[in-house]
């Protein structure tokens, strides 16, 4: 048995062979080890809070936009915000019943006096049964209603949580929640922002 | 001796063609989606939404329908209660409770504004105040938590808010609880 390449008298031996394309292997292993951070498994983490985080965001009722047209009242109340209940808001220039909006609202002056208009309500201006919040509230009534007995929960009266802009006039105010309460709707969480102070 | 010992071209040859890095076919190539230009998009966005979110903390005021004229919802309270009534006026609060109207300054029964505007501001001190020594006029008023509020319909949201906020507790001691609960009248 030769110990050199057969078919080359002037090659090294086998074992000296060997010995140099195991040199050759490991320096080339070397080159080509990876030299960066992998961070892929770091941005699927973030992809899934990233995902958590809006999926939160949206759902939360706590979760009130802030505008010119919507800026809530300040409370130093400090209990924990209800999230039971169909959501009423009312802003500058609408009301809407969930996500969808029922009625446009006229301008301040107006809405002290006569509130949403004598157009809106049932029996002229004097009324406060706002006739189109009440027919939006008698659907999601029943619609709360089936989840209520679902939930095993008190089905005889619904809650509602009331998101109003803190310059909204008592008149307005009055005339909402009356129409919740002449819509089965017995208990009302009203939307304030935490502050330390009562504000003047 | 020195010619033994060294690799021929031949042998040199083998060892690059051994150790050269393979060459990945065209079938292979391709076969992983690269999503980390993805990736760095959500992280962008992640970073944007987390500096962006308004952290604010909000509570809720809870109440009952409206009453008009007296009648409504009204948790049972005995014949000796207090009943306290505040009216949100243009200038200040008109204090109504079991023995009549309450006199300017708080001091008892008779006519006025109990709590006129200081500075052309409600004065919500003065208020809490009163609604402390009210409540305190009489034992039996001692676990009455609830009162009835009602304004001028032109009195905005903020104001009806910092009013039940101002009778909730004693603000000279914290530990005393005034009136907790709350029910609006509709105005006639």
Known sequence: MSSTTPGSPASAPIPKFKAELRKAVRRNAAEHEVNFLNITAMLDIMTIILVFLLKSLGESSASVPQNDDLRLPKSIVQSQPSEEGVVVTVSKSQILVGDKKVLDLPGRESLAQTGVGAQEKRSGPNDVYIVKLGNALQAARK???????????????????????????????????????????????????????IPR | ?????????AQRAKIRRLVAPREISPDEEGG????????????????????TIAVTFTATINTTPPSSGGKGVRKDIQSMALNLTILIVNDGFSIKAAGGNVAPGCTGPGVGIAIPKRGGQYDYEALNACGSKLKSASPDFADENQFYVTANPGTDYQTIVSVIDALRVDMRD???????????KVPL
């Open chain 1, 143 to 197: 619609t709360d209603r089936r989840v209520r007995e679902a939930k095993g929960l008190d089905a005889s009266t619904s809650e509602a949580i009331i998101v109003a802009d803190a310059t909204s006039p008592y008149r307005l105010l009055i005339e909402v929640l009356f129409t919740l309460g002449q819509n089965e709707f017995g208990k009302y969480h009203m939307m304030v922002m935490q502050g330390k102070e």
């Open chain 2, 32 to 51: 992983e989606l690269n999503i980390i230009p993805f990736l760095d998009i959500i992280t962008n966005i992640l970073i944007f939404v987390l500096a």
């Open chain 2, 174 to 184: 914290k530990s005393k609880t005034l009136f907790t609960d709350v029910a609006f």
């Open chain 2, 1 to 9: 001796m020195e010619q033994s010992t060294s690799l021929s071209a």
